[in-house]
Antibody, heavy 123, light 106 residues
Framework: HLQLQESGPGLVKPSETLSLTCNVS??????????WGWIRQPPGKGLEWIGS???????NYKSSLKSRVTISVDTSRNQFSLKLTSVAAADTAVYYC???????????????WGQGTLVTVSS | DIQMTQSPSTLSASVGDRVTITCRAS??????LAWYQQKPGKAPKLLIY???SLESGVPSRFSGSGSGTEFTLTISSLQPDDFATYYC????????FGQGTKVEIK
């Protein structure tokens, strides 16, 4: 049974870098059929796809976040990570990691999700 | 970027009601559309993909239709467990979500 679990600091200061890791258990992150993505949700608001990564390292990012986002994968640890630089209050959100079927550059529907982790940007 | 607009933002309904939620895309996305259900404090749950395909394990009272720029999610007979917020997602061009529709108890 596939499980995803986000981890990382719950509080980040403005202008600093947000770093989160998603640990995948119950299946290999090196599956050829899937991408692994990050989605966020500001408190009381809607969902925003951030980006996705394939186990070989190829990435796709939302255009408006591309300059600040890096997603990486560590197949030996069966995990992938998110870095978001120069954060501001608007980056305060619940951050989810999730899996989607491989399909070109688009983030196909997410069928497995982590429980989410709240990251607050504040001094 | 493709913009996704859901209507209504909030919907009040009773158990047993037939409920329809609309999602409109700013340009054609063929049938590259998914629907999710989200309950407070929980991750979204995939209900429908490819506009009308039911995800495994999802009750058959949920159905999706549409193509191009206009899509609908229908719950044929609303159950107590269905009170939640619903989101559409386009995956024709990268990805984007609608702003959500909250289905509340009337």
């Amino acid at each position: 049974h596939l499980q995803l679990q986000e981890s990382g600091p719950g509080l980040v200061k403005p202008s600093e870098t947000l770093s989160l890791t998603c640990n995948v258990s119950g299946d290999s992150i090196s599956s050829s059929s899937y991408y692994w993505g990050w989605i966020r949700q500001p408190p009381g608001k809607g969902l925003e796809w951030i980006g996705s990564i394939y186990y070989r390292g190829s990435t796709n990012y939302k255009s408006s976040l591309k300059s600040r986002v890096t997603i990486s994968v560590d197949t030996s640890r069966n995990q992938f990570s998110l870095k978001l630089t120069s954060v501001a209050a608007a980056d305060t959100a619940v951050y989810y990691c999730a899996r989607h079927v491989k399909g070109g550059y688009s983030a196909y529907p997410f069928d497995y999700w982590g429980q989410g982790t709240l990251v607050t940007v504040s001094s | 970027d493709i913009q996704m607009t859901q209507s209504p933002s909030t919907l009040s309904a009773s158990v047993g009601d037939r409920v329809t939620i609309t999602c409109r895309a700013s340009q054609s996305i063929s049938t590259w559309l998914a629907w999710y259900q989200q309950k407070p404090g929980k991750a979204p749950k995939l209900l429908i993909y490819k506009a009308s395909s039911l995800e495994s394990g999802v009750p058959s009272r949920f159905s999706g239709s549409g193509s191009g720029t206009e899509f609908t999610l229908t719950i044929s007979s609303l159950q107590p467990d269905d009170f939640a917020t619903y989101y559409c997602q386009q995956y024709s061009d990268y990805s984007g979500f609608g702003q959500g529709t909250k289905v509340e108890i009337k």
